[in-house]
């Protein structure tokens, strides 16, 4: 099990490196991370025998970063217009159905998958189109992504205490402590790329700490609630894509917005 987790966090690893400076891959990467990431999703949700538009809410979801690639924005506020479209749109498909048992369930749950998945993670995509972005998006991945690796490691080595056991049972407060060190020691890494204090990028290792492991409770909540152990099986000996992105789902619409208000 510890050698396919490396190798599948090496291969995604080489994913992230070539991303970085290549424009068209980074694209293309995090299209298909949320189109599987949407895939699985749904998938679980399934298992709760909610009648979900899956390939529809698939579909969607891969146009919001699409829309943000090729700069197509109707309006200012062209969000809330797409939703309010989509939303109209999947009414529309209800009404060709015969069964109407679960409607609200199942448009609420693609909508949500929607919003949770698709739009939080195109904050990547704003963030590399940024000034810098290439910077920040590596401080991005840095501060939360070794937050994860020091959860990880720490916590299954020295983990005692339960952290909140009804959700994830194997998560503890000492994994979270040494999550929240490595988030920490991720942003001061970040020096060169941000430019900030030592202060200043302690608090933001903190703070990117905090909601990435968040992202990752929020997931294992659906996780628990669908009754799986992990979102899918594409990454031997660490699960699916959604499980991967998880504490990036909070930390790059939180660090985007961040970003934007410092820089005014």
């Not at 109407?100 to 995509?125: E, K, P, Q």
Request: hydrophobic share 55%; proline share 3%.
């Amino acid at each position: 099990m510890l050698n396919k987790r490396l190798l599948s966090g090496a291969i995604l690893i080489g994913v992230i490196i070539v991303a970085v400076f290549v424009k068209w891959f980074f694209n293309i990467a995090i299209i298909l991370f949320i189109g599987m990431g949407l895939y699985e999703f749904f998938t679980m949700l399934e298992k709760k025998s909610i009648n979900i538009y899956k390939y529809v809410g698939v579909a969607i979801g891969i146009i919001i970063p699409a829309s943000i690639i090729f700069r197509f924005e109707t309006t200012k506020g062209w969000e809330l217009l797409f939703i309010i479209s989509v939303l109209l749109f999947l009414f529309m498909m209800q009404f060709k159905r015969r069964q109407h048992s679960g409607v609200t369930v199942g448009i609420s749950t693609t909508i949500f998958g929607i919003l949770y998945i698709s739009w939080c993670l195109s904050f990547l995509i704003k963030i590399r189109y940024l000034d810098n972005g290439i910077g920040l998006f590596v401080a991005l991945m840095l501060i939360t992504k070794l937050g994860d690796i020091g959860a990880y490691l720490l916590g299954s080595r020295f983990g005692k205490t339960p952290l909140i056991p009804h959700i994830s049972p194997k998560k503890s407060v000492e994994g979270a402590a040494a999550g929240l060190a490595f988030s920490v020691m991720g942003a001061f890494i970040s020096k060169p790329l941000l430019g900030f204090s030592y202060i200043h990028l302690a608090a933001l290792g903190i703070c990117l700490g905090v909601l990435g492991q968040l992202g990752d409770l929020s997931e294992s909540l659906i996780k628990r609630d669908c009754e799986v152990k992990d979102s899918g099986n594409i990454l031997p000996g660490m699960g699916g894509i959604l499980d991967e992105i998880d504490s990036l789902l909070f930390t790059a619409p939180a660090f985007y917005f961040y970003i934007i208000i410092i820089s005014r």
